[in-house]
């Protein structure tokens, strides 16, 4: 999830149009990828924990007027991502901070790395589609009617 050489994100078009990037550094070219004309279901692969995921989590990006159809591989992964940390979370070895190796060796449970694994992959999708408070907080509209409008149609207003 960061730039094609590694390092930061790049970031999105749109997002150097709203913070005035100088022009320079802004794609005029970028492929516009196709909003759904509603907000897609769930693909059929899908685990059932992730496809209760994505019923939750679809409506709400096409409703912000994020998802677009080139999105869809990206939405599959953040949902099996969330649910394999509710899986974790779930698990009873994961009650327990350590655990009795043969030998009497305590160590930490192993089930945590995975716990934490899955939380940061969780987490890395979220920001991808701005879906946590810092994600958002550099992000800004300029509604004018159109948007409006459109908002209005999709939100049934």
Request: net charge positive; with cysteine.
């Amino acid at each position: 999830m960061s730039g094609p050489k590694g390092g930061r994100p790049r970031k999105p078009t749109q997002l150097r149009v709203i913070h005035g990037d100088r022009a320079d550094r802004v794609n005029r070219r970028e492929p516009q990828p196709t909003a759904p004309s509603k907000a897609p279901r769930p693909p059929k692969a899908m685990s059932p924990e992730a496809r209760k995921v994505w019923r939750r989590v679809a409506p709400i990006l096409w409703r912000a007027n994020v998802l677009t159809d080139a999105d869809l591989l990206a939405l599959e992964q953040l949902c099996e991502s969330a649910a394999i940390v509710a899986r974790v979370r779930d698990s009873e070895g994961l009650k327990s901070l350590l655990v009795k190796e043969r030998g009497g060796v305590v160590r930490t449970n192993p089930l945590w790395r995975i716990a934490r694994d899955a939380d940061a992959r969780l987490n890395a999708w979220l920001r991808e589609f701005g879906m946590t408070p810092s994600a958002r907080s550099g992000l800004a509209l300029d509604v004018n009617d159109d948007v409006e409008g459109e908002l209005e149609r999709r939100l049934g207003g």
